[in-house]
């Protein structure tokens, strides 16, 4: 059982910046893929960003890419996102997830691969 917690949660203005950060419970080097996902207002849970246990490999949601990074501190057992550039369409609750994977350099877009997910922090950005 992984348990994440996200914090980071603030009200920015737009071009803005916030970094997400997601403590797990346990360590979480090897096996694991990390994910940061996000719902909006009247919107569906979207994929955000995607990292492989390694580290080494990243994905990211068109709409994100070169505003946001993900990283990975596998030491200390946390995952960040960085968020830059913001504008009020990334205003969201997002959410942490953890997938199981044997593959080191596995990154996961959909939702039904991850096993764990956090409870959410907010993100809003005015205009």
């Known amino acids: 059982q992984v348990q994440l917690v996200e914090s980071g949660e603030g009200l920015v203005q737009t071009g803005g910046s916030l970094r997400l950060s997601c403590a797990a419970s346990r360590r979480i080097f090897g096996y694991y893929t990390m994910g940061w996902f996000r719902q909006g207002p009247g919107k569906e849970r979207e994929f955000v960003a995607s990292i492989s246990w390694t580290g080494h490999n990243t994905y990211y949601t068109d709409s994100v890419k070169g505003r946001f990074t993900i990283s990975r501190h596998n030491a200390d057992n946390t995952v960040y996102l960085q968020m830059n550039n913001l504008t009020p369409d990334d205003t969201a609750l997002y959410y942490c997830?953890?997938?199981?994977?044997?593959?080191?350099?596995?990154?996961?877009?959909?939702?039904?691969?991850?096993?764990?997910w956090g409870q959410g922090t907010q993100v809003t950005v005015s205009s």
């Open positions: 997830a953890a997938g199981h994977t044997a593959q080191p350099t596995a990154i996961e877009s959909r939702p039904s691969e991850y096993n764990y």
